[in-house]
């Protein structure tokens, strides 16, 4: 597994001035130089989550194959967040050159996928055949898969935004579609003073990128997507809804969903989401949400900001700009850090008011399932009154789907993890019963998520075994009174 007690040695070759002989060296590469799966040397070295660093491919060669490796000491590596580890690669870069080596080359995907299938033969084959986009990523230390791994709700969402489908400006005629500009023609109109060429460009390259897959890679250039970042803010409306709409064309390719992100253009996209047109917010969620589908964005899009406008435009007046502003959250909430960033700002009671409402109900309580997986989302959920409102929601039994219901039962799953707090609240609403009901009609997940629950609640430890429940909870609403008050007469008094 590269544990790293291996050191390399490369032959260098020196002449001294004195003597014209060559003399071979051994020289020591620094383990900290080499890829802990391929144990070769870093060409992209990258930081994940969990503080360990990897060859680029090498994690996404894990990722795709949906492999956890093991590393020296026991540690599991965490891949919900990748940043490229500038300073270790400038240090190998100086290292090589000091010693006369060649720098090392960037390991292909081919190559690192074969390693680590290499690492993991005791995977199942459907394992080493899921594609990123069914892969569920949580930070390990917060995560519930402990107890939870083999009934993770399935994600029932398109990977489309829902801005894709529309045809509403897209259906101008093109001049001359005939004939396909090249990028220098579109880059000159789009930098152009005159907006009538401004716009004439824009549509072209919409209509392009929109019915012919084979372009947007080809299109999604450095220098395009400087003059489309420059349109996205204009003033003009035909102009900021097209640049948009092309941006969501091109985010729809795999491999330029981390080019668009570097390339500075996510805050314009969350100044349009903001206070744009109409239909350009419905572009600018679909292109976040489309953005957000790879694990290299997620982080990015929360430092940047992205998530306030999101979870204000969860009440849009646009059916599509919420639908797209949810799926965002969903895939961005898989990260600990935005997670928390999303409890501070509020999220909880945002999302438990919109379950009440039964406003997107399904999409709303995937986002649900994945703050219940962080201690600071189930503090949250269970002052927020989740448990409650979780089984009154179960105990009428109206959901608009199976998976919808099962998403509902695996977020009160992650509660569970709330020890005593969880217990109280859950015997209070009722839950046994609810419980009890679910585990012989509902779905082969709910069911076996329902058994996990009330293993939990039967569950005797030496501290409960003679709580008073009512009394318990009745002092901790005297207790959060008390506080309340207190604080209230700090924060007057300054």
Same mark, same amino acid.
């Given at each position: 597994? %590269?544990?790293? &007690?291996?050191?390399?040695?490369?032959?260098?070759? #020196?002449?001294?001035?004195?003597?014209?002989?060559?003399?071979?060296?051994?020289?020591?590469?620094?383990?900290?130089?080499?890829?802990?799966? *391929?144990?070769?040397?870093?060409?992209?070295?990258?930081?994940? *989550? *969990?503080? +360990?660093?990897?060859?680029?491919?090498?994690? =996404?060669?894990? /990722?795709?194959?949906?492999?956890?490796?093991?590393?020296?000491?026991? @540690?599991? @590596?965490?891949?919900?967040?990748?940043?490229?580890?500038?300073?270790?690669?400038?240090?190998?870069?100086?290292?090589? $050159? =000091? =010693?006369h080596i060649d720098p090392p080359k960037?390991?292909?995907?081919?190559?690192?996928? &074969?390693?680590?299938?290499?690492?993991?033969?005791?995977?199942?084959?459907?394992?080493?055949?899921?594609?990123?986009?069914?892969?569920?990523?949580?930070?390990?230390?917060?995560?519930?898969?402990?107890?939870?791994?083999?009934?993770?709700? !399935?994600?029932p969402l398109t990977t489309r935004p829902?801005?894709?489908?529309?045809?509403? *400006?897209?259906?101008?005629?093109?001049?001359?579609?005939?004939?396909?500009?090249?990028?220098?023609?579109?880059?000159?109109?789009?930098?152009?003073?005159?907006? +009538?060429?401004?716009?004439?460009?824009?549509?072209?390259? $919409?209509?392009?990128?929109?019915?012919?897959?084979?372009?947007?890679?080809?299109?999604?250039?450095?220098?395009?997507?400087?003059?489309?970042?420059?349109?996205?803010?204009?003033?003009?409306?035909?102009?900021?809804?097209?640049?948009?709409? /092309?941006?969501?064309?091109?985010?729809?390719?795999?491999?330029?969903?981390?080019?668009?992100?570097?390339?500075?253009?996510?805050? !314009?996209?969350?100044? /349009?989401?903001?206070?744009?047109?109409?239909? @350009?917010?419905? #572009?600018?969620?679909?292109?976040?949400?489309?953005?957000?589908?790879?694990?290299?964005? &997620?982080?990015?899009?929360?430092?940047?900001?992205?998530?306030?406008?999101?979870?204000?435009?969860?009440?849009?007046?646009?059916?599509?700009?919420?639908?797209?502003?949810?799926?965002?959250?969903?895939?961005?909430?898989?990260?600990?850090?935005?997670?928390?960033?999303?409890?501070?700002?509020?999220?909880?009671?945002?999302?438990?008011?919109?379950?009440?409402?039964?406003?997107?109900?399904?999409?709303?309580?995937?986002?649900?399932?994945?703050?219940? @997986?962080? /201690?600071? %989302?189930?503090?949250?959920?269970?002052?927020?009154?989740?448990?409650?409102?979780?089984?009154?929601?179960?105990?009428?039994?109206?959901?608009?789907?199976?998976?919808?219901?099962?998403?509902?039962?695996?977020?009160?799953?992650?509660?569970?993890?709330?020890?005593?707090?969880?217990?109280?609240?859950?015997?209070? %609403?009722?839950?046994?019963?609810?419980?009890?009901?679910?585990?012989?009609?509902?779905?082969?997940?709910?069911?076996?998520?329902?058994?996990?629950?009330?293993?939990?609640?039967?569950?005797?430890?030496?501290?409960?075994?003679?709580?008073?429940?009512?009394?318990l909870l009745d002092l901790n609403d005297?207790?959060?009174?008390?506080?309340?008050?207190?604080? %209230?007469?700090?924060?007057?008094?300054?």
């Amino acid at each position: 597994m %590269g544990s790293g &007690k291996q050191r390399w040695k490369i032959i260098s070759f #020196h002449k001294s001035p004195s003597n014209p002989i060559q003399i071979q060296r051994p020289v020591q590469i620094p383990v900290e130089f080499l890829c802990p799966l *391929s144990a070769s040397i870093m060409a992209d070295p990258v930081i994940v *989550s *969990s503080g +360990h660093t990897f060859e680029r491919n090498c994690v =996404h060669a894990c /990722v795709s194959l949906s492999f956890i490796p093991t590393l020296h000491g026991g @540690a599991a @590596a965490d891949f919900s967040a990748v940043i490229p580890n500038l300073a270790l690669r400038s240090t190998i870069l100086s290292w090589c $050159r =000091h =010693h006369h080596i060649d720098p090392p080359k960037p390991l292909d995907f081919y190559s690192a996928e &074969k390693i680590v299938r290499q690492l993991a033969p005791q995977l199942p084959a459907a394992e080493l055949t899921r594609t990123p986009s069914e892969l569920s990523v949580v930070s390990s230390d917060e995560s519930v898969t402990p107890r939870n791994t083999a009934s993770r709700t !399935p994600l029932p969402l398109t990977t489309r935004p829902s801005c894709y489908s529309s045809s509403s *400006s897209c259906d101008i005629e093109i001049m001359s579609s005939s004939i396909l500009l090249e990028d220098d023609d579109f880059y000159t109109k789009l930098k152009s003073s005159q907006i +009538h060429e401004q716009e004439e460009a824009l549509v072209s390259l $919409r209509k392009l990128t929109r019915t012919r897959e084979d372009t947007r890679a080809s299109f999604c250039t450095p220098r395009i997507l400087s003059a489309l970042k420059s349109l996205i803010g204009s003033r003009y409306s035909s102009l900021q809804v097209n640049a948009a709409a /092309v941006l969501v064309n091109l985010s729809l390719e795999k491999q330029s969903k981390v080019k668009i992100v570097r390339s500075g253009i996510v805050p !314009p996209l969350i100044d /349009v989401l903001r206070g744009g047109f109409s239909e @350009a917010q419905d #572009h600018a969620a679909g292109a976040l949400f489309s953005l957000s589908l790879d694990d290299q964005n &997620k982080t990015a899009i929360g430092v940047l900001g992205g998530l306030p406008p999101l979870l204000h435009a969860l009440r849009s007046e646009s059916e599509r700009t919420r639908h797209d502003s949810a799926l965002a959250l969903y895939h961005l909430s898989l990260v600990q850090s935005n997670r928390v960033k999303m409890i501070k700002l509020g999220a909880v009671q945002i999302l438990l008011g919109m379950v009440k409402s039964g406003h997107m109900l399904g999409r709303v309580m995937l986002v649900l399932c994945n703050l219940a @997986a962080s /201690v600071e %989302g189930r503090a949250a959920m269970l002052d927020g009154g989740a448990v409650e409102c979780f089984l009154s929601l179960l105990s009428r039994d109206e959901f608009e789907s199976a998976a919808t219901q099962e998403s509902c039962v695996a977020a009160l799953y992650g509660l569970s993890y709330g020890g005593l707090r969880f217990k109280g609240l859950a015997k209070e %609403g009722g839950a046994e019963e609810v419980l009890e009901k679910l585990e012989k009609t509902g779905s082969d997940h709910a069911k076996e998520n329902c058994r996990r629950i009330l293993e939990v609640m039967r569950e005797k430890h030496e501290e409960d075994e003679d709580i008073n429940w009512a009394e318990l909870l009745d002092l901790n609403d005297d207790l959060t009174r008390t506080l309340s008050r207190d604080n %209230g007469l700090n924060a007057s008094s300054c």
